[in-house]
């Protein structure tokens, strides 16, 4: 195996001048550096990543804990998170904690023995728990998706309010009245951020969130199906349904198939978050798209400044808007539909 020593002789430098050009610090004229890097190609040397850790204090290993990695719209971001974090020189860790605080605190004690340094979270609930565990070892921090109440942290995530206010308006546009909520867990912020724009859309139409069609549970297909149920029970029926987000819609329209209703003739259906082409459902949802990708590139490179003494001096909060995209799952209530000729 090749050493430093060896890349050294061949390219006709000392060995700090190949640690320059390995560790990129210090001058090095370009001459120099393109012998550098051509002796270490044609020798396959390899850098002692462990001995430039105990250097230099870093591992340049970041983790990222999800949710629910099954979900696309946490897929896509950890893609973001994994390319950003490549390009300049990290590798990446990620841990799916199926949103259980308890699995997301043991996360993050087995990530602290292996000297991450860095960490980018989507909590599973709102409790500070977890943040107490890294601040104590003063690890840098960003949030993901959700956010921590009363707690000062870097943060990158969507607006939910306003996406569930514009998708609820485009209803009421449409004419409907009795718009079901189906939403994900009481003490996740994106939830009730979702149900605060559910309300305030009926507040600005004069009406009164409607008696029995809120439901809270889980960011899951059989979470959606049992509260779509019993959101049916209601009398008189709902004509449309909000879902906070994809999996909660798929397990909707299972309870809608099941009591022989259509979407949209006899319920419309809007939700936050796309479907992959592998859970295409006909008709497709009208959606509130979170730009996935970019909030896991914005929210590494605000880590990776951290980690390098940058950025503003308080936590950094970045809201980043939805994009709508209206389809065939939306229509007028029943009975409301001009006659077909």
């Known amino acids: ?28 004229s370009q001459d120099t550096r393109s012998r550098v890097e051509e002796a270490i190609a044609e020798l396959g040397y390899i850098p002692n990543a462990l001995a430039r850790s105990l250097r230099f204090k870093q591992t340049q290993t970041i983790a990222l804990i999800v949710t629910d990695i ?34 997301e605190q043991e996360y993050i004690r087995v990530l602290m023995q292996k000297q991450i340094d860095g960490l980018l979270l989507v909590p599973a609930r709102s409790r500070p728990d977890s943040v107490a565990l890294l601040q104590d070892k003063t690890i840098p921090l960003v949030l993901l998706d959700r956010q921590l109440p009363g707690q000062s942290i870097d943060s990158v995530r ?4 306003l996406g569930a206010y514009r998708l609820v308006r485009h209803l009421l546009d449409l004419g409907h009245r009795r718009i079901a909520m189906l939403s994900g867990p009481a003490d996740v912020t994106t939830a009730a951020d979702r ?14 969130a409607p008696a029995g069609l809120l439901e809270y549970g889980t960011y899951s297909v059989e979470s959606g199906y049992a509260m779509a149920r ?10 449309a349904f909000f879902t906070a987000n994809n999996f909660i819609a798929v397990g909707a329209v299972r309870a809608l198939v099941e009591r022989g209703l259509r979407v949209p003739e006899d319920v419309s259906f809007v939700t ?17 798209m979170q730009p996935a990708y970019e909030m896991g590139r914005q929210a590494t490179l605000l880590l990776l400044d951290r980690l390098e003494g940058k950025g503003p001096d308080g936590p ?7 994009e709508f995209v209206f389809r065939r799952s939306s229509g007028p209530p029943p009975g409301t539909r001009p006659a077909e000729d």
């Open 158 to 161: 969507c607006d939910s309010e």
């Open 230 to 239: 019993r959101a049916l029970e209601a009398s008189p029926r709902p004509t």
């Open 70 to 103: 099954t979900n696309p719209f946490f897929t896509t971001i950890a893609r973001g998170v994994e390319d950003t974090a490549s390009e300049l020189g990290f590798s990446v860790i990620f841990c799916n904690t199926d949103e259980s605080p308890e699995e």
């Open 195 to 208: 149900v605060a724009g559910w309300q305030r859309a009926l507040r600005e139409a004069g009406l009164d």
């Open 1 to 28: 195996m090749s050493t430093i020593a060896d890349v050294a002789k061949r390219a006709g430098v000392s060995k700090m001048t190949v640690s320059r050009v390995i560790n990129n610090s210090g001058y090095i």
């Open 272 to 288: 936050f978050d796309d479907l992959p082409p592998t859970m295409v459902i006909d008709p497709f949802f009208t959606s509130a």
């Open 316 to 322: 950094q909060e970045t809201i980043l808007p939805p």
